[in-house]
């Protein structure tokens, strides 16, 4: 957020911008996927693809439902021609007040499960551990692209900052989630 946020660009671009993930709908608008992609679109021009699905679902038969809708089909095939992405990673070692934000997200079991799983980070909230290995079933229901079709995108800006992320910052370095 406050990357995008912080940008001066002249809105001549012709870009297309989605999101890489569903949106929460319980955590504060500065977490929300959309309004930075909007944000992003409007600052710098272009057109805005919004993807309408929760990040979350609860069962497999909703979420592949969802994902097989024209809307999300159509912000998955631009998935497929992304040049860069811009990604934040997170740390499987949050503070209090972010657990607060994902608490309906990720209960105490998940965080016991990850923990065991020796995840360190994750990008659209898809897991890893500090060799950039993906954590199998860090999330279940998760709709967002994966880490091993991140691989495949030629710039992948990395986005996060302070020592209690040095861990995930490694993971997504090693796992070829980040170049820049």
Same mark, same amino acid.
């Given at each position: 957020?406050? &990357?995008?946020? *912080?940008?001066?660009?002249? *809105?001549?671009? #012709?870009?297309?911008? =989605?999101?890489?993930?569903?949106?929460? @709908?319980? &955590?504060?608008?500065? /977490?929300?996927?959309?309004?930075?992609?909007?944000?992003?679109?409007?600052?710098? $021009?272009? #057109?805005?693809?919004?993807?309408?699905?929760? *990040?979350?679902?609860? %069962?497999?038969?909703?979420?592949?439902?969802?994902?097989?809708?024209?809307?999300?089909?159509?912000?998955?095939?631009?998935?497929?021609?992304?040049?860069?992405?811009?990604? $934040?990673?997170?740390?499987?070692?949050?503070?209090?007040? =972010?657990?607060?934000?994902?608490?309906?997200?990720?209960?105490?079991?998940? /965080?016991?499960?990850?923990?065991?799983?020796?995840?360190?980070?994750?990008?659209?909230?898809? /897991? /890893? %551990?500090?060799?950039?290995?993906?954590? *199998?079933?860090?999330?279940?229901? &998760?709709?967002?692209? #994966?880490?091993?079709?991140?691989?495949?995108?030629?710039?992948?800006?990395?986005?996060? $900052?302070?020592?209690?992320?040095?861990?995930?910052?490694? @993971?997504?370095?090693?796992?070829?989630?980040?170049?820049?």
């Amino acid at each position: 957020y406050e &990357v995008v946020d *912080a940008l001066e660009a002249s *809105a001549d671009k #012709e870009l297309t911008v =989605v999101p890489l993930m569903g949106g929460l @709908g319980q &955590v504060s608008p500065s /977490f929300q996927v959309h309004a930075m992609s909007r944000i992003l679109c409007e600052k710098m $021009g272009g #057109e805005w693809r919004p993807l309408y699905v929760p *990040a979350i679902v609860d %069962n497999p038969e909703t979420q592949q439902s969802l994902l097989a809708s024209s809307d999300a089909k159509q912000v998955k095939a631009h998935w497929q021609q992304l040049t860069v992405a811009l990604l $934040g990673i997170g740390n499987i070692k949050m503070g209090p007040e =972010v657990q607060m934000l994902f608490a309906d997200y990720l209960d105490d079991g998940r /965080f016991t499960y990850l923990a065991q799983a020796q995840a360190v980070g994750d990008i659209c909230m898809r /897991f /890893f %551990n500090v060799a950039g290995q993906p954590i *199998a079933d860090g999330l279940p229901g &998760v709709m967002s692209i #994966e880490l091993e079709q991140l691989r495949q995108v030629p710039r992948l800006i990395g986005v996060a $900052g302070g020592a209690e992320k040095a861990e995930a910052i490694l @993971g997504a370095v090693r796992g070829g989630y980040i170049n820049m």
